[in-house]
């Protein structure tokens, strides 16, 4: 059978793409997807269940986490509610008001390892995230799923640049998950009354994280973009699932309006 005109030019397409080039277009892609599943899944899925997925979906978003991140969604939770109940003050896991923006960019990851090894945070703050047989056989073991992930890149693109794929993604999701600690808790507007600030530009980056004011001011709400020209990245996808029955949205929009700098506190009574 001959192949189509259409796989005759995808395969000429990626053939001419030089392998440089290609290399870090797919650590970008790969990147953009751990993103995605981050936000969607780790922290308004498991943290603040402003979304519940399907247990196909769910499935799916434990995958990919387990594969591109190697992150245990327990731990993640665990350290991200703990954030939002000491937010900038004395027991925050990273803040930059405590410890300065640069060093929660440079050592987020060492940072969150910290809280999440410290023997208090997992179990105060992840109490209702009790690891099942699948995490036990597969998703705690995080070094497994990071290996797995390299071999894909490495079969797709070869030993060399597959680990730069591997390697371009690693270093731009370290340095995006960081900057949503560390400069979205600095630079930025503060439409509602919390240290968190919204960026439109870094929201772009990391499926709507960017808007970490609204955030913050409402944990439990599944879309970020709370106002016109704000733009959250990740809500199409809840929208899309949602209407094939596949997520179920705790609140669309903040369930308190409330008027610029009139909030004290960041995400009171509406936390996880
Ligand atoms: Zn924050
Ligand atoms: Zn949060």
């Known amino acids: 059978m001959q192949p189509s005109l259409s796989t005759d030019l995808s395969v000429v397409t990626l053939a001419t793409v030089p392998a440089p080039l290609l290399a870090l277009l797919v650590g970008i892609v790969t990147s953009q997807i751990a993103n995605l599943a981050t936000t969607l899944y780790l922290h308004r899925g498991v943290s603040h269940r402003a979304v519940t997925f399907s247990p196909g979906v769910t499935l799916a978003f434990r995958v990919i986490v387990w594969l591109t991140t190697g992150i245990k969604p327990r731990e993640w939770a665990a350290v991200h509610r703990r954030h939002h109940a000491f937010s900038d003050v004395e027991g925050d896991p990273h803040s930059p008001v405590l410890l300065g923006w640069v060093r929660v960019q440079l050592t987020n990851a060492t940072l969150y390892r910290r809280a999440a090894r410290d023997g208090v945070t997992v179990p105060r703050y992840a109490r209702d995230l009790a690891p099942d047989r699948w995490d ?12 797995i992930g390299l071999v894909i890149l490495v079969l797709l693109l070869g030993p060399l640049w597959g680990s730069v794929a591997a390697a371009t993604h690693l270093l731009l999701y370290l340095s995006l998950s960081a900057a949503i600690n560390a400069v ?26 960017g808007l970490h004011n609204n955030h913050h001011a409402a944990p439990t709400t599944a879309r970020m973009a709370h106002r016109p020209g704000e733009y959250d990245l990740a809500w199409p996808v809840i929208r899309a699932l949602r209407r094939l029955g596949w997520a179920q949205v705790r609140h669309e929009k903040p369930p308190v309006r409330q008027p610029a700098r009139a909030r004290a506190g960041s995400g009171a009574g509406v936390g996880p």
Request: proline share 3%.
């Open 136 to 147: 036990r056989a597969l998703f705690d073991r995080g070094w497994l799923g990071l290996g």
């Open 184 to 209: 979205t808790h600095t630079f930025g507007a503060r439409p509602y009354d919390n240290q968190a600030t919204n960026l439109q530009w870094l929201a772009w980056l990391t499926g709507g994280e």
